[in-house]
């Protein structure tokens, strides 16, 4: 392999979108540790940040490959926001894969141990209010959705939730506090109860 050092990032990524493989591999040398490191802090799952770091490069070859990838940004930061999406992602199928539906017929959702205190009515409202939550947290900006997820579904400090974002501790809790104003907001607006 030629010695590609002298590149610029967006000179191997030109080169890269004209054929040259040799390309990308210097950019995946350039980047791999980096950006390994930053999914593994993010996500607290070596195996999991391994399938999101394949997936990030796959998908920077095909968008590279079709043309559509814009130079107006830095390319270490356009593939690590790629990474970041997706580790985002895939804490929402987290989520979701752990949320019970009613629509499966072999599990009665309402006919559990943990339930046997409440009354049928008090375990339907939960459900509503968990759904209500989730909607509430869908319609939130990005940043303060990231920060929210990280700090109540991964359990992370505000300390870690800003060395993953790439931001001060005090804008991780000023996120952290928008978004609890906002979903406030968006549960008068929607006349939600969110407790019972």
């Known amino acids: 392999m030629r010695n590609l050092d002298k590149y610029t990032d967006e000179q191997l990524v030109a080169a890269y979108a004209s054929g040259d493989n040799e390309a990308f591999d210097a950019l995946l040398l350039r980047h791999k540790n980096r950006l390994f490191t930053y999914i593994v802090q993010m996500v607290r799952d070596r195996d999991l940040a391994d399938d999101i770091f394949q997936e990030t490069f796959v998908k920077a070859i095909t968008t590279i490959r079709q043309g559509r990838y814009n130079d107006f940004g830095k390319f270490s930061a356009w593939i690590t926001r790629i990474a970041r999406n997706l580790a985002i992602d895939s804490f929402r199928a987290e989520k979701s894969e752990a949320t019970v539906?009613?629509?499966?017929?072999?599990?009665?959702?309402?006919?559990?141990?943990?339930?046997?205190?409440?009354?049928?009515?008090?375990?339907?409202?939960?459900?509503?209010?968990?759904?209500?939550?989730?909607?509430?947290?869908?319609?939130?900006?990005?940043?303060?959705?990231e920060v929210l997820m990280m700090r109540f579904y991964k359990n992370l400090s505000f300390k870690e939730i800003a060395e993953i974002t790439g931001v001060s501790i005090n804008t991780a809790l000023g996120r952290m506090r928008y978004a609890i104003l906002n979903m406030r907001r968006l549960a008068r607006e929607k006349e939600l109860i969110l407790s019972r």
């Open 101 to 145: 539906s009613t629509d499966d017929t072999n599990f009665d959702v309402l006919n559990r141990r943990e339930l046997s205190e409440e009354t049928v009515e008090d375990a339907m409202i939960d459900l509503q209010i968990e759904h209500d939550v989730r909607r509430l947290v869908d319609e939130l900006p990005e940043p303060q959705r």
